[in-house]
């Protein structure tokens, strides 16, 4: 009977193996009663695999895109793995749908439900992100938070584990763990019950977490959203708008956008950068229009003492970040 689970994952680019045992492998651990609250992990008194399968089926196979589902039981629950991978996208997405109906007592152990993910990579450090930097975690199994993705890697090659919502994570003996659902009973005895859709991925990749996945954890929490302008129903000659056009662009990459806004005195666009690998960096911010003046703010987005002066150069703004610095800039824009 199969599995549903990947148990071979390749890097065609590079040949790596990743996969050490199946990929994807949802497990239990039975949280003890007398130790466990919506604020402690129980100590596990006994762990096991879901293993009941139902069914596993190709439900899309397309240009684009394959999609593997996979229906699953254990207890009073039913799980609902859906697993896309792309014809030419590194990334592997993961959908479950779970039908959660199991609870915890005062006596009675309480189920929590993890995604297992067993690598094969030597010698493997864990990186975790956080709101502005990456921490490496220890790899004792403890659990521990991050934001949008954890990160393992050898040096040479890695793969993160990017979530959704989900934050607690942990990693021993080669395995990523990422908790899902619990069944405690303080102070509520019915947490998580219900229909339940969760949503992460996998990205294999190069090197380190510096090669790529801070981008790819941001674009797969906040995806692009095409759309089509309506000047170009009418061709290129009577289109009023570019085919390609970006509001806000910076370089180099180890600087990102945290944050976009009106001012809260409405006279002024607020932008908050972040450098992310630890490295002193001349930044170049561009807008769509020539700018009319720009200043560093502070957190509240009053003036700051004694900044550094940014050099302004038609629609393109100048400004140096020491490691690990948020930076918010005030800018006036032509409209």
Not at 67 to 81: D, L, P, R, Y
Not at 152 to 181: C, M, P, Q
Not at 208 to 221: F, P, Q, S, T
């Amino acid at each position: 009977m199969f599995s549903g689970d990947i148990i071979s994952l390749q890097d065609k680019r590079t040949g790596i193996e990743y996969a050490g045992g199946g990929l994807n492998r949802l497990r239990i651990y039975m949280e003890d009663a007398g130790s466990m609250s919506a604020w402690i992990i129980g100590k596990p008194k006994r762990i096991e695999d879901i293993t009941d399968v139902e069914s596993v089926k190709i439900t899309e196979r397309g240009p684009v895109r394959a999609c593997i589902e996979t229906v699953k039981k254990w207890g009073n629950s039913k799980f609902i793995q859906r697993t896309y991978i792309y014809r030419s996208y590194p990334r592997i997405d993961f959908e479950l749908d779970v039908h959660w109906f199991e609870s915890g007592g005062a006596t009675t152990d309480g189920p929590l439900l993890r995604v297992i993910f067993p690598l094969a990579l030597k010698n493997p450090r864990f990186f975790c992100q956080v709101p502005f930097d990456v921490i490496e975690r220890p790899t004792n199994g403890q659990e521990v938070p991050a934001q949008k993705w954890v990160d393992v890697t050898d040096g040479s090659n890695g793969i993160a584990l990017i979530n959704l919502t989900k934050y607690g994570h942990s990693f021993e003996n080669g395995e990523i763990r990422l908790s899902l659902l619990r069944s405690f009973n303080n102070p509520d005895i019915y947490p998580d019950q219900g229909i339940q859709h969760i949503r992460y991925a996998l990205f294999p990749h190069k090197g380190d977490w510096k090669n790529g996945v801070w981008d790819e954890g941001d674009n797969y929490n906040v995806p692009s959203l095409s759309t089509e302008p309506p000047s170009s129903a009418l061709g290129k000659e009577n289109a009023s708008l570019p085919e390609e056009s970006s509001l806000i662009s910076i370089k180099p990459d180890n600087v990102v956008l945290s944050g976009l806004k009106e001012s809260e005195n409405g006279d002024e666009m607020i932008a908050r950068l972040v450098e992310i690998n630890g490295e002193k960096t001349k930044v170049t911010l561009t807008v769509p229009s020539a700018v009319k003046s720009s200043s560093r703010l502070n957190l509240i987005e009053l003036p700051l003492e004694d900044a550094e002066r940014l050099v302004i150069t038609g629609n393109t703004i100048s400004v140096t970040l020491q490691p690990h610095e948020i930076v918010t800039l005030g800018m006036k824009i032509e409209r």
